[in-house]
């Protein structure tokens, strides 16, 4: 089994790490967070997360960070291995509830799971009328008799 790190700009750790725990309770042992304030210095988090990645105790864990190039990407590098530890970067919600369904293959396919579950987790959604209801009169861009009144 994996264990899942997420390593983000406070408040997005906590917030996704309670997302998941939310669908999946029985996790919280394998999912970590750890949430970079903005004037921490970049020593001071890369030790708290050595100290959070031991306490996982796992064979193998994730790593998941919010953008690339930030602190806590920057972090995480450093943190990895590439061997037991492997990083993905621009986590959202769907690549952290993929990773959690997903923890027990392999490090390489849960990676591979993660991806899949982050692109195909974003989606335009097409707005419609809820079904056998008709569209409030008014809420149409194309109703508008001149656009041009609402513009300060």
Do not use: W
Not at 2 to 25: D, M
Request: hydrophobic share 45%.
């Amino acid at each position: 089994m994996n264990g899942i790190f997420i390593i983000a700009h406070a408040p997005l750790a906590s917030a996704l790490r309670q997302c998941a725990l939310h669908v999946f309770p029985d996790s919280s042992q394998a999912l970590l967070a750890l949430d970079v304030l903005p004037q921490a210095p970049p020593e001071e988090t890369l030790a708290q997360a050595r100290g959070l990645l031991r306490q996982l105790d796992l064979p193998s864990t994730l790593v998941l960070t919010d953008v690339f190039g930030a602190t806590p990407c920057n972090v995480a590098q450093k943190l990895v291995d590439g061997v037991h530890t492997k990083l993905l970067t621009g986590v959202n919600l769907p690549m952290l509830l993929r990773s959690v369904s997903y923890r027990h293959e392999s490090l390489d396919a849960l990676i591979s799971r993660a991806m899949i579950g982050a692109t195909q987790g974003v989606i335009q959604v097409a707005v419609s009328a809820p079904q056998n209801q008709p569209r409030a009169p008014g809420l149409s861009s194309s109703h508008d008799q001149d656009h041009r009144d609402h513009q300060q």
